[in-house]
Structure formats: structure tokens, C-alpha cells
């Protein structure tokens, strides 16, 4: 049984059958309509969602399944003191496929090790966000056409940014792409991530303070919300809350076919007036949440 808890549980092999499929459900949602009839998802979310926990919802309902759940430790057996292990060993005998937010990091693979169904990591605290980043990789596949040879810039919280540590880990498998990191001192990426994939890939990366400076050499500009729940001390966050804030002029910066996205929620780092800008695919991205989850359902199901 296969569970996915990071971007690199699949191969990239995997991976490209997945947004291929992915491509095939939106080109024919109706054939797949049917394909989950009498399956159940499971949604375990003990920290707070919109997309990721009502997409895999949708996405099992647009499969003909059905769904079952819970959406905040305070109404789970959490907040008695259950342990993840027991839970996960009870949710096996209600579900046939598992969804899982914690906000600590390790606790969807801890499920993993005692769970009898496939458990998907749907965002462990400052970790990982593997099915996030199949949506972005989705996102820039069919809306650039490739995912080698991009120049992409993350910028905001780089250091407790789960979106961001997930795509960098999965983008460094293509080629020839370079990673421009836009963040404050106190928000830069992870040492392990310079090291461990970065440096270790050869990934050709840079680190700066402001958008202005690499706007014009992007392809992608990943924007992230600086996450006042990761952090110790409310001044902090009050200091760097708004460091950034793309606005329509900066966007004049940009290349005419660069793209913004952005996992969304967004708080003030992206502008009102930049939604109207073709470029901002940040709402386009989260609907393509929906058929790659709708994909990875059907593939550790085994039903594709
Ligand atoms: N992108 C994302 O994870 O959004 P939610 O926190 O709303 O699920």
C-alpha cells in the first residue's frame, strides 16, 4: 500500500502519470463520475483548511464516493488525548483512503506506519504540503506547458512555508530550472533544504530581499502568506506580516507571460487590484487542486 506524505513518494515517473491523468479528468470528468461508487475518503484535519480539506471532498464526490471527517482537533477524539496511532487504526475500518492536516510535523507519517488504508499528508506543520504541490505543478504544467527549463521565484515565509519546501524539493527533479528565494533574514529557507536539495541537486538559486530585483527574469512568482500561527512571538510577526506586497506596479516588472501563484489563503501580499491581471492564476490553481486530487485518489486506490 502506498501512502504519500511527501512530493518524492512518487517517482517522477509517478508524477507524470499523475498530472497526465489529472489532464485526462479535465478533458472528461464524466468517465470518471462513477469509478469510486461505494468508497469513502476520509478527511482528519486538526488544524484549520479551505481548499485542500473541501477539494479532496469535491474531488472523492466527483468520483461518485462519498466522504466522512472531522475538521478541527476540538470536535475529534484529540482533544481527550487520543494518540494519532489509535485513530488512524479506527479511521482504517470506516474508510478506504485517509486525508490527514496536523499541525505537527511527522504526525500523517506516524499514521502511516499504524494505518490499514492509504494516507495522503495534507499539510504537516512547517513540513510538507505534497498535495499542494501536485496542484502547483499541474498549475505551471498545463498553464506554461512544461516544467523544465522555468526561472521561478518563492517569495514571503520561507522558512516555515510547507508549499514552498514541498515544490522545491519536487521542481529540483526537472531540468534546468532556477529558484530565486525572495524572503527577509528571519524567513529564509531552511539550512536543509540549501543542502539537502538544493546544493545536493545543483539547483542554480539565489537568495534576495526584494521582488524588484529578479522580477523581470521570472517565470513563475510563487507568493506565500506570512503564517502568524508559526510563530513564537506576535511582534515578529507584526514586524514582517507585510514585507512584501505585490502590487500592480511591480507586476509592470514582470515578463508579459510570467505567472503569480500563490496556495492561497492570501492575507495583504498580493494586491486586490493584481487579481484582474491575466498573469494572476492564483484562483485557476486552486480548481486544478481538485482533478490532481482527484487523480491521486484514483491512483492509490488503485483504480487507474
Ligand atoms: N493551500 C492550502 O493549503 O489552503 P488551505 O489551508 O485553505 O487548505
Redesign the pocket.
Known sequence: MKHIISPLDLTAEELDDLLALAQKIIDNPEQYSKICDGMKLATLFYE??????LSFEAAMMNLGGKVLGFSSADSSSAAKGESIADTIRVISSYADICAM?HPKEGAPLVASQYSLIPVIN??DGGHN?PT?TFTDLLTIKSLKGRLDNIVIGYCGDLKFGR?VHSLVNALARYNNVTMYFISPEELKVPNYIREEVLKANNIEYKEVRTIEEVMDKLDILYMTRVQRERFFNEEDYIRLKDTYILDSKKMKLAKPDMLVLH???RVNEIAAEVDNDPRAVYFKQ?KY?VYVRMALILKLLELA
Open positions: 484549520p483548511s479551505t481548499r485542500t480539506r492536516r495534507a499539510g504540503h499542494q508549499t496556495p492561497l489563503p486552486a487542486g
